[in-house]
């Protein structure tokens, strides 16, 4: 009943930009909080970034600076705009988002790969 749809995802040059979308549908009646990872080729899947219903972020060490998490809270979206990218920043990206007493929810991953 709960629905991730990601969206954003590419191909872009070293240094360009991307913004990626996650957009939660269905039986929602709260989100505590919501969060974008990341998984390269042969790594583990790791947080790049997390916001807090409240507003409070968190991110990568590798990602400081040049990616920013929002979101807006009445669409149940998530954001993530990812500036001067690198081409180790490559790696499916997954949304999740923890909601209200239902738990946790993943997207189906998007593509982003920095290549020139």
């Known amino acids: 009943q709960v629905q991730l749809v990601e969206s954003g995802g590419g191909l872009v040059q070293p240094g360009g930009s991307l913004r990626l979308s996650c957009a939660a549908s269905?039986?929602?009646?709260?989100?505590?909080?919501m969060g974008w990872y990341r998984q390269a080729a042969g790594k583990q899947r790791e947080l790049v970034a997390g916001?807090?219903?409240?507003?409070?972020?968190n991110y990568a060490d590798s990602v400081k600076g040049r990616f920013t998490i929002s979101r807006d809270n009445a669409k149940n979206t998530v954001y993530l705009q990812m500036n001067k990218l690198k081409p180790e920043d490559t790696a499916v990206y997954y949304c999740?988002?923890?909601?209200?007493?239902?738990?946790?929810?993943w997207g189906q991953g998007t593509q982003v790969t920095v290549s020139s």
């Open positions: 999740n988002v923890e909601v209200t007493l239902r738990g946790g929810y």
């Open positions: 269905g039986s929602i009646f709260g989100i505590n909080a």
């Open positions: 916001i807090t219903y409240g507003g409070r972020t």
